[in-house]
C-alpha cells in the first residue's frame, strides 16, 4: 500500500497560465475526492468521482475548473486562467466503497498551488 | 447544509498531560460519521479517530479518544499522555451516512505540545 500520491507537489504559476495536478489513488479504491484548502482553514470540498463517473460537483469549482479520471484510475484537475485567488492547497483522497456507507477518506500530501 | 466549528483556534498542553479538543456540528440527518483528521506541519492529513452516530459508545483509539453528545452534537476529542509527535493541526469533520459523501470538516485548531 504506497498510499495516495500527487504531483506535483509544488507550483508556481503566473496569472493567466493553466495548470493540471494529478492524483494517484490507493490501487484498490474506487472513489476519489478533490478538495481545497486555504491557510488556516480546514479543506473543502471540490468534486468527487466514483470510478470514472464525476458524481458531484461543488459550487466552488467554477467553470475554470475541470476534472477527470479517464479510466477510473487516476484523476487530474485542471485550472485554466489561473487568478490569485486560486492559491491554494490542493488535496486528493480516495476511499474504497462500501454498501453500508462506511468508509475512510485517505489524504494525499497535497499539492501547493501559488498563483504570482 | 451541516456545518462544523472548532471554536479553538489554538490549544497548547504539557508533555504527558491530557488535553481536550472541540467540536460541533449541525445537522438534520440522522445517520452520519464523525472524524478527527490530523494534519502535522507540511505533511499529508491522517485519520486520528472516527465514530459512527447510530453508536452510543464513544470511540477509542489508543491515547485518543471521543466524547460524543448526539443530542447537543458535540464531538470532542481527548488526547492522554501527549507526546510531542501529536503536535499539529487537527481537524473534526463530518460526513453523511451515504455511501459517497463529502466531508466537511471545522476550521482546525493547531495543538503545540510543550516539553
Known amino acids: 500500500d504506497t498510499g495516495v500520491s500527487q504531483d506535483p507537489r509544488h507550483k508556481i504559476t503566473k496569472r493567466g497560465q493553466n495548470v493540471t495536478f494529478r492524483c494517484d489513488p490507493i490501487s484498490e479504491h474506487n472513489r476519489l475526492y478533490w478538495y481545497r484548502q486555504t491557510l488556516g482553514q480546514g479543506p473543502e470540498f471540490l468534486t468527487y468521482?466514483?470510478?470514472?463517473?464525476?458524481?458531484?460537483k461543488s459550487r466552488l469549482l467554477s467553470d475554470r475548473f475541470s476534472a477527470e479520471r479517464p479510466k477510473g484510475s487516476f484523476s487530474t484537475l485542471e485550472i485554466q486562467r489561473t487568478e490569485q485567488g486560486d492559491s491554494a492547497m490542493y488535496l486528493c483522497a480516495s476511499s474504497t466503497g462500501t454498501s453500508g456507507g462506511w468508509e475512510t477518506q485517505y489524504f494525499g500530501p497535497g499539492t501547493r498551488l501559488l498563483v504570482l | 447544509a451541516q456545518t462544523v466549528t472548532q471554536s479553538q483556534p489554538e490549544m497548547s498542553v504539557q508533555e504527558a498531560e491530557t488535553v481536550t479538543l472541540s467540536c460541533t456540528y449541525d445537522t438534520s440527518e440522522s445517520d452520519y460519521y464523525l472524524f478527527w483528521y490530523k494534519q502535522p506541519p507540511s505533511r499529508q492529513m491522517i485519520l486520528v479517530i472516527r465514530q459512527e452516530a447510530y453508536k452510543q459508545q464513544n470511540a477509542t483509539e489508543n491515547r485518543f479518544s471521543v466524547n460524543f453528545q448526539k443530542a447537543a452534537k458535540s464531538f470532542s476529542l481527548k488526547i492522554s499522555d501527549s507526546q510531542l509527535g501529536d503536535a499539529a493541526m487537527y481537524f473534526c469533520?463530518?460526513?453523511?451516512?451515504?455511501?459517497?459523501?463529502?466531508?466537511?470538516f471545522g476550521e482546525g485548531t493547531q495543538l503545540t505540545v510543550n516539553p
Open positions: 469533520a463530518y460526513r453523511r451516512g451515504t455511501s459517497g459523501s463529502r466531508l466537511t
Open positions: 468521482f466514483q470510478n470514472e463517473a464525476q458524481l458531484e
